[in-house]
């Protein structure tokens, strides 16, 4: 290898040496906790929806692929 390289290696090498050196002076509190995610709905019974629901999502669907609604984002309008 080239004179250039090593020295590219060995300043990498001492930059990485006094960076973990640095490290070891770091002071570490105690473990922070996480705290419990929020805002999620409670599921109720559900409720009956429209008998013909299904079939004007359906009708108005520009691809279909038998019981399955082929949309792309943004595409269907």
């Known amino acids: ?10 300043e990498a090498k001492r930059l990485l040496d006094n960076f973990a ?3 070891e002076k770091v002071k570490v509190q ?6 419990p995610h929020g805002g999620y709905r409670n599921e109720g019974s559900g409720q009956k929806a429209d008998g013909d629901f299904r079939e004007r999502i359906f009708s108005n669907a520009p691809e ?14």
Do not use: H, P, T, V
């Open 1 to 10: 290898m080239s004179n250039e390289m090593n020295e590219i290696r060995e």
């Open 21 to 23: 050196r640095a490290l």
């Open 30 to 35: 105690g473990e922070k906790i996480k705290k």
């Open 64 to 77: 279909k692929y038998g019981d399955f609604i082929i949309a792309e984002s943004k595409k269907w309008q």
